[in-house]
């Protein structure tokens, strides 16, 4: 009913409008709850991009971590060995076995060491050079292969003399019981001043074939024998020479 008391009824037009009105303001109220959604999300945004920076920045790190430590790795695996290699062996002092290298020389090592320093001292208080020193490591290497041991061939294989007796050869020069006492030939400067003794009465022995000059003293089956032995005397001798 209007204001003038009559009644006035809904035409199709008249609520086709209302209803597009209604629309209207579902749309507009639809409208600002979308614009109050995106407000929210803009608000929200900024602390997602952050935590999303800190999480990338974790990841950097990781990796720039990961790398440090691989290039440290490759530095140390390239600069180590060179440092090791330029690094100054220690002096081997041929009167201090201490100093004698633990891997050895030429494939002789510790107490073979020392009992050819002690045959290369021995040549040198003589009189005699390196080719004297070489001489005699090199027939202590044939005979008992620089170990100071109290027995011989007849004990490993029955060897005996040319006269049938059996052998009575010890010591690092394999020496009978002519040479001198089991003491002496067990001894090994002594032993050694033994051999020296009698190389030094071999006629011009410098200039004759080392091994054959060796077997003019030790009187051996093969005068050859002592040939294999000469590149690891070489070896010994030269090794235990350096200046202390």
């Not at 140390?76 to 100093?99: F, N």
Request: hydrophobic share 40%; proline share 5%; charged share 20%.
């Amino acid at each position: 009913m209007s204001s003038r008391g009559v009644i006035t009824r809904k035409t199709p037009s008249t609520r086709k409008t209302a209803a597009r009105r209604k629309a209207g303001a579902r749309k507009a109220t639809d409208g600002k709850t979308a614009s109050r959604q995106r407000a929210r999300t803009h608000r929200a945004s900024p602390r997602r991009r952050a935590q999303r920076r800190m999480r990338r920045a974790k990841v950097l790190r990781r990796v720039a971590l990961s790398a440090a430590a691989v290039i440290v790795v490759a530095l140390a695996a390239v600069l180590i060995p060179l440092g090791l290699a330029h690094e100054k062996p220690l002096a081997i002092c041929i009167s201090d076995p201490t100093t004698f290298p633990e891997a050895g020389v030429a494939g002789w090592q510790g107490e073979q060491l020392e009992n050819a320093a002690t045959i290369m001292q021995t040549a040198t208080a003589l009189g005699f050079g390196r080719d004297g020193q070489i001489l005699g490591v090199m027939t202590a290497m044939g005979e008992s292969s620089l170990n100071n041991i109290d027995y011989g061939d007849w004990e490993t294989s029955g060897f005996t003399n040319p006269d049938g007796s059996r052998t009575t050869s010890i010591g690092l020069f394999q020496q009978q019981h002519w040479w001198g006492s089991a003491e002496q030939r067990m001894d090994p400067a002594t032993a050694a001043t033994l051999f020296y003794e009698r190389l030094a009465r071999v006629p011009d022995w410098q200039s004759m074939d080392p091994s054959l000059a060796i077997h003019r003293v030790q009187i051996n089956l093969d005068p050859t024998y002592y040939t294999r032995y000469a590149s690891d005397a070489a070896a010994v001798v030269d090794a235990l020479s350096t200046p202390c």
